[in-house]
C-alpha cells in the first residue's frame, strides 16, 4: 500500500470554527489530491497540487483552501466551517501526470455541529 | 464537463457467480483514462482496474475484467467467481490524459455478495 496517512481520522467542529486536515505521503509523489465523498455523490475534487507551492482549485473548491510547502505535506483548511461541510475527506497521491493513477489515504471524517 | 453515470446504485450477487457493474461517460476528448474503485466497508479506496482508451483490448485483473466501448461510452466491470470480500461500494472513474490527474467518479454501485 502506499503510504499515505491522514490526520486526525475523526474531527468533529462548531460552525464557524478554523479546521486543518493534513495528509502526508511517504512516497514522494508529485501530485496530491484532496476530494470529498457524500451520499450520491461519489467522491469530488477540492483543489490538488503539482508540486511545492503549485495549488490548483477543483470542482467543489468554495470554502476551501490548500497549502504545500513540502512534498511530502497537503494541508486542506476550513477557514470557518460550516454544516455543509460535513464529510469524509480524501487525500490522494499519483506520481504521473499523464496516467492519472492515484492512492489514497484512509480517509477523515468530519462533522460540523 | 465531462460527467461519469453509475445507474445502478444497488447490485446483489451470489457468492462463486458473475455480476457486472455498469458505467457511462460523456466526453468530447479522445485520450482519456477509465479507472474501477472499490471502497469497501473500511472505506479504504482501492484501485481494481484501469483502462487506457487508445487501447482496444480491454483490461483484466484476475477475477475483475471491464467491456470498454469507446463509442458508447461505456465502460462496464465485471467480476466473475464472486466472493464475500468482494462486497463493497463500487467507484467508476474517468480522467482526461495528461491533466494532472484530476479524477471524475461516478455516484457509485453497492455491490453485495450472498453467501
Known amino acids: 500500500d502506499a503510504g499515505i496517512t491522514q490526520s486526525p481520522r475523526h474531527k468533529v467542529t462548531e460552525t464557524g470554527t478554523p479546521v486543518t486536515l493534513r495528509c502526508h505521503q511517504t512516497?514522494?509523489?508529485?501530485?496530491m489530491y484532496w476530494y470529498r465523498q457524500d451520499p450520491g455523490h461519489g467522491l469530488r475534487l477540492i483543489h490538488y497540487?503539482?508540486?511545492?507551492?503549485?495549488?490548483d482549485k477543483g470542482e467543489v473548491s468554495d470554502g476551501y483552501s490548500v497549502s504545500r510547502s513540502k512534498t511530502e505535506d497537503f494541508l486542506l483548511t476550513l477557514e470557518s466551517a460550516t454544516s455543509s461541510q460535513t464529510s469524509v475527506y480524501f487525500c490522494?497521491?499519483?506520481?504521473?501526470?499523464?496516467?492519472?493513477?492515484?492512492?489514497f489515504g484512509p480517509g477523515t471524517r468530519l462533522t460540523v455541529t | 464537463a465531462q460527467t461519469v453515470t453509475q445507474s445502478q446504485p444497488e447490485m446483489s450477487v451470489q457468492e462463486a457467480e458473475t455480476v457486472t457493474l455498469s458505467c457511462t461517460y460523456d466526453?468530447?476528448?479522445?485520450?482519456?483514462?477509465l479507472f474501477w474503485y472499490k471502497q469497501p466497508p473500511s472505506r479504504q479506496m482501492i484501485l481494481v482496474i484501469r483502462?487506457?482508451?487508445?487501447?482496444?483490448q480491454n483490461a483484466t485483473e484476475n477475477r475483475f475484467s471491464v467491456n470498454f466501448q469507446k463509442a458508447a461510452k461505456s465502460f462496464s466491470l465485471k467480476i466473475s467467481d464472486s466472493q464475500l470480500g468482494d462486497a463493497a461500494m463500487y467507484f467508476c472513474?474517468?480522467?482526461?490524459?495528461?491533466?494532472?490527474?484530476?479524477?471524475?467518479f461516478g455516484q457509485g454501485t453497492e455491490l453485495s455478495v450472498k453467501p
Open positions: 490522494a497521491i499519483s506520481d504521473s501526470r499523464a496516467t492519472s493513477e492515484q492512492y
Open positions: 512516497e514522494n509523489h508529485r501530485y
Open positions: 497540487s503539482y508540486g511545492v507551492k503549485d495549488t
Open positions: 466526453t468530447s476528448e479522445s485520450d482519456y483514462y
Open positions: 483502462q487506457e482508451a487508445y487501447k482496444q
Open positions: 472513474a474517468y480522467s482526461k490524459y495528461n491533466q494532472g490527474g484530476k479524477l471524475i
